[in-house]
T-cell receptor
Framework: GAGVSQSPRYKVAKRGQDVALRCDPI?????LFWYQQALGQGPEFLTY????????KSGLPSDRFFAERPEGSVSTLKIQRTQQEDSAVYLC???????????????FGSGTQLSVL | DAKTTQPNSMESNEEEPVHLPCNHSTISGTDYIHWYRQLPSQGPEYVIH???SNVNNRMASLAIAEDRKSSTLILHRATLRDAAVYYC??????????FGTGTLLAVQP
């Protein structure tokens, strides 16, 4: 496909479980972003990769959240010991070069809806 | 990060123009003005962005005030598929898009 792909589309976890959310960016895109969107709110920035380097992780809410992009393409957002407040839609976006720094638009996936019971 | 202010909601009739306002009085000289929209159950979608001059593309037009403290997204002929939340965002100095709560646009047939 030509767009950003995220899987799974829906994830239900019991409180305390670990989850892993996958993002396949558009092929060749250098920059990759993760956002968290709570119900009724706008997306909030979590972290940013340029190729395999995680250049900004200032938005990760706690050390239970971890993101990686080991080969500079697919990225995984991992949440350990999930809590109810982690329930949200997790969005991934990519851009061809350095994103906003090079005046580019971001391409978003449809997100993974995480529900923690 | 500079903030934007948008109305919570707006209504339009199908095939009529829609003007979505955004105030950004604390904008810096290097901030671009970005507009994204989000349809139900989808991720945000890029609409348009600009720095100082008005911009046009196939989706919309962006009118930027001379002092850059406000801007207006113009949909020339609203369709039912334009019903979405529209976000006005300032960015460029960093690689973060700081979303607010946006404007929920309802389009009536």
């Amino acid at each position: 496909g030509a767009g950003v792909s995220q899987s799974p589309r829906y994830k239900v976890a019991k409180r305390g479980q670990d989850v892993a959310l996958r993002c396949d960016p558009i092929s060749g895109h250098v920059s990759l972003f993760w956002y968290q969107q709570a119900l009724g709110q706008g997306p909030e920035f979590l972290t940013y990769f340029q190729n395999e380097a995680q250049l900004d992780k200032s938005g990760l809410p706690s050390d239970r959240f971890f993101a990686e992009r080991p080969e500079g393409s697919v990225s995984t957002l991992k949440i350990q010991r999930t809590q109810q407040e982690d329930s949200a839609v997790y969005l991934c976006a990519s851009s061809p070069d350095r994103g906003l720094l090079t005046n580019e638009k971001l391409f978003f996936g449809s997100g993974t809806q995480l529900s923690v019971l | 990060d500079a903030k934007t202010t948008q109305p919570n909601s707006m209504e339009s009739n199908e095939e009529e123009p829609v003007h979505l306002p955004c105030n950004h009085s604390t904008i810096s000289g290097t901030d671009y003005i970005h507009w994204y929209r989000q349809l139900p159950s989808q991720g945000p979608e890029y609409v348009i962005h600009g720095l100082t001059s008005n911009v046009n593309n196939r989706m919309a037009s962006l009118a930027i005030a001379e002092d850059r403290k406000s801007s207006t997204l113009i949909l020339h002929r609203a369709t039912l598929r334009d019903a979405a939340v529209y976000y006005c965002i300032l960015g460029g100095a960093t690689n973060k898009l700081i979303f607010g709560t946006g404007t929920l646009l309802a389009v009536q047939p």
